[in-house]
């Protein structure tokens, strides 16, 4: 049996979070070392909220014409996450401290999930 306090001492905890002047990059850094640039656009068709992802595996959403949204604003909600207001009125979701350290492990994987739904349903980034 794991102890819960110490799993949650060696989960991954962000020790600094920036924008970049643009808004377009939030640059995550976390207690194991590792740092992440998660690109706005990214993060807004990824959100991790029910209009976005659904209620279930089968309705999640392909939102389109995100290539130039930047983030408006970083929120902070208790010790376990931030929410994001992007420069499209999109404010839904958390990203739990979880939720941006996976992003950031899966990011180029998960862009290219983003490009290939895109292009399957003939959507693009810009329109």
Known sequence: MTNPSLEQA??????????SPNKAILTVNFNTGDVFHLGAELLRVEAPSADVQGHGADQKQTP???RHVTIH???????????LTFSDGHSTGLYTWETLYRYGKNASSMMADYLNRLEAMGLARDR
Do not use: D, F, N
């Open 10 to 19: 060696q989960a991954p905890w962000p020790v600094e979070l920036s924008l």
């Open 64 to 66: 389109h014409g995100k």
């Open 73 to 83: 604003s970083i929120e902070p909600v208790g010790h376990y996450a931030v929410r």
